[in-house]
């Protein structure tokens, strides 16, 4: 693979099958798989179907074949978000993340010059999420973890994460926020799918605004930390979040740094589907800020984002930031 | 006032004093009003002040000569959204919105080449929505209503609230709708006033999309309805939302239009407080759907929204559209 290749940085795994569950807690939400069609497995939680997925979740071969014809050199692999489980208890949360990040380190190593991993800690608990940390950069050699925009529904902003920012930052793990349980589902008027269509965009947007207006980006300016979904609604918020800055004094005395700052401490994928909304990432965080992200394999993935980007017509040297120097500086700076 | 003159669709309005409560329910919100520092009233809502504000809110000839100093010809009032009541009894909120309707009416008698009035119904009761909605603009003279992005937490893109809709679009009466009350609040990280700053463009991005995929748009093509703030976050959930049509068949099923084609049929301020961020509005949206809007005369209004669109050096016909004629076909198309 050419070291400059394009870098997926927003892809998903999901273990072809999970160990039992061996905690203590009745009824825990522990997740299983079981057979489905040809190559599909069915994830199961709490005695149902949570979604069917095919073996491109697990099976390093076929992904490879898909980015040989994706034109992808690289995928960051993360897991299916459902699967961080901040929602069980702290014990049975480490045991699966722990789980999950061998699974992705044994896929890594599979072929370590087409993987890079992303593993999980049970952010639930902040210690143990250190310690998970700690266990998935320094024994696995996963190069960060993925989490959820919100902690059972508090903001990944709240003063309480502190602790394990700053550890991310201090061992120079790259963080991934992906949408998660999203804020904003009484809203919905329709089918299920649009918790995903509709309100991740939106969730992603304010975890972005609550790790700036909470300071954590303020106060860790090596904290190396990616958005998914382009930032979902960050982009839209942030004139008016700046405008508050120049104009309103309690917002302003609130905020050690400027939010458009702030802001551009953050990366972001280009996960948004659309040239002229990528071409307003770029506006808003700089073009030093953008990666490709394409939610492979699931069904609401971008097919083809190589070809959405080279559709820009970006100067040559954008570009390659764009596919790929973007990606290796969030992940892998010193 | 040159009939082609700048329209302000995002005006504010709250009474200098309110009648005293007559209803039945025992601590009702009801809202009064009391002297502060000079030009000033706090409006008293549950023994507490809910905001201070000044004679702009109330006084017309001190709007007038504001709107002079910026180059406004004429201002859509519009009341302060939280006096939309509609967490009150439905009988409270008939007597208040009543109330606020006459107040209205009365600005706009004051100079009516001046002020445009927008009045308020109780949506937390269709029937009696309708019922002030016909009075409003039939015997009060109003261009039509403002409403909230929810009533009481549901989305107004409901199935529930079509009949006023419906009302709505066979009198020709314009609807605003304003952000109030927004999902996302327990994301937030920071004073209070992120509640506007930061959860109003989710909350009122989140009303607009649950008009196109609950098929309120689609079923009603003559409907003449405007979101604040710019749309809020629509414009960055549509290229999502239109990927997902195109390519999940319960997505395309359940929505009977193309989510642009929904978007489309709405219009929206300009309250965006950035140059490229309006720019991307006229994309989204298109050029015949932006109107400028101020917030005036709350703090955190646009302070100059004329010189933000000269300042975009737009083509003069599409800068008239914006300035007038997208506001005159919104309010007054027959």
Known sequence: VDAHALIDVHTHVVPASFPAYLGRHFDAPWPSTVPAQACHRHVMVSGK?????????WDCSVRIADMESQGVGRQVLSPMPELLSTWMAPEDGLALCGYLNEVIAAMVAEAPERF???????????????????????????????IGSNVNGTAIGDPSLLPFFEAAADWGAAIFVHALRPSGMDRLVGPPTLEQVVAFPGEIGLAGAALITGGTLARLPGLRLALSHGGGTLGALLPRMQHAWQHLPQVREALPIEPLQGARRMYVDDLVYDGPAIRRLLDVFGDDRVMVGSDYPFSIMDRDPAGRLSDLNLDEAVLQRLRHDNAERWLFTA
Chains 1, 2 share one sequence.
């Open 49 to 57: 179907v949570y979604r069917t997925v095919s073996h491109q979740c």
């Open 116 to 146: 890079i991993g992303l593993g999980a800690v049970p952010l639930q608990d902040v210690g143990l999420a250190i310690r998970e940390l700690d266990r998935a950069v320094h024994q696995l050699g996963l190069a960060g973890v993925e």
